[in-house]
């Protein structure tokens, strides 16, 4: 890998710095040398999505979930380690998709896998509606917040694929929403309640996917709520 664009320098020296803090305590075997610059190695050949606004703005949408509910370190362990992960967060047959919209509605687009269990999993969708906001919450605060929760955990890398995918490993500032609407926006809905096709795909039907409508339906109620997200617990 050679580079001499600042924001690949920049990452680099970003995760090499986390990965010198993470083990600052113990011995570095060549094993974990190894393992580090194969993982660095996939890291750096991560390029931007081509629908790069909508994985920003979805990006922004699971940090600052994160931020305003337990924080990035409560939730890093169950954080997608890919980005075609059907989920953004799982657990033992927990699942939680945090889906933004720009729309007036609470309207968001999902896969039937999305909102239709098969295998006896609790899902929950956690809805955001985002205004755009020049004053707001930058995607790059968010990021740098994360950075600082993570840099001394396993996770950090997780967060450093997340950014390549976005094209956030320069010094764009990316987009900004108005942090205090989209944290009172937030509901939370039991996919068992939301509207949806409630059969499984029929036989040689796959990747299903449609919009859904939750602005009239009823969110999971805070005591709910809290008590599904105290038990969630790490395969």
Same mark, same amino acid.
């Given at each position: 890998? %050679?580079?001499?664009?600042?924001?690949?320098?920049?990452?680099?020296? !970003?995760?090499?710095?986390?990965?010198?803090?993470?083990?600052?305590?113990?011995?570095?075997?060549?094993?974990?040398?190894?393992? +580090? +610059?194969?993982?660095?190695?996939?890291?750096?050949?991560i390029r931007p999505d081509e629908s790069n606004k909508a994985r920003r703005q979805g990006l922004w949408?699971?940090?600052? +979930?994160?931020?305003?509910?337990?924080?990035?370190? +409560?939730?890093?362990?169950?954080?997608?380690?890919?980005?075609?992960?059907? $989920?953004?967060?799982? &657990?033992?047959? =927990?699942?939680?998709?945090?889906?933004?919209? %720009?729309?007036?509605?609470?309207?968001?687009?999902?896969?039937?896998?999305?909102?239709?269990?098969?295998?006896?999993?609790?899902?929950?969708?956690?809805?955001?509606?985002?205004?755009?906001?020049? &004053?707001?919450?930058?995607?790059r605060s968010l990021i740098d917040e994360c950075r600082e929760a993570l840099i001394r955990t396993p996770?950090?890398? =997780?967060?450093? =694929?997340?950014?390549?995918?976005?094209?956030?490993? /320069?010094?764009?500032?990316?987009?900004?929403?108005? /942090?205090?609407?989209?944290?009172?926006?937030?509901?939370?809905?039991?996919?068992?309640?939301?509207?949806? $096709?409630?059969?499984?795909?029929?036989?040689?039907?796959?990747? !299903?996917?449609?919009?859904?409508?939750?602005?009239?339906?009823?969110?999971?109620?805070?005591?709910?709520?809290?008590?599904?997200?105290?038990?969630?617990?790490?395969?």
């Amino acid at each position: 890998f %050679l580079s001499y664009s600042p924001g690949d320098i920049e990452a680099f020296l !970003t995760v090499i710095s986390s990965f010198l803090e993470h083990n600052a305590s113990k011995h570095i075997s060549t094993k974990d040398i190894s393992a +580090f +610059f194969s993982a660095l190695l996939r890291l750096f050949s991560i390029r931007p999505d081509e629908s790069n606004k909508a994985r920003r703005q979805g990006l922004w949408g699971e940090l600052y +979930f994160m931020r305003q509910n337990r924080g990035y370190k +409560f939730w890093a362990p169950y954080w997608h380690t890919e980005t075609s992960r059907l $989920f953004d967060y799982s &657990t033992i047959l =927990k699942r939680l998709e945090v889906k933004t919209t %720009l729309a007036p509605n609470r309207i968001h687009h999902v896969s039937h896998r999305q909102v239709y269990s098969s295998g006896g999993e609790e899902i929950y969708i956690a809805s955001m509606m985002l205004t755009e906001d020049n &004053t707001g919450v930058s995607l790059r605060s968010l990021i740098d917040e994360c950075r600082e929760a993570l840099i001394r955990t396993p996770h950090f890398m =997780k967060l450093e =694929k997340a950014v390549r995918h976005a094209g956030m490993h /320069g010094h764009d500032e990316g987009p900004e929403y108005n /942090g205090g609407e989209a944290a009172n926006s937030i509901r939370f809905f039991d996919v068992v309640s939301v509207p949806r $096709f409630r059969v499984d795909e029929p036989e040689g039907v796959s990747g !299903t996917h449609y919009q859904i409508d939750l602005t009239s339906i009823p969110a999971v109620d805070g005591a709910r709520l809290t008590a599904w997200i105290d038990n969630w617990s790490i395969e």
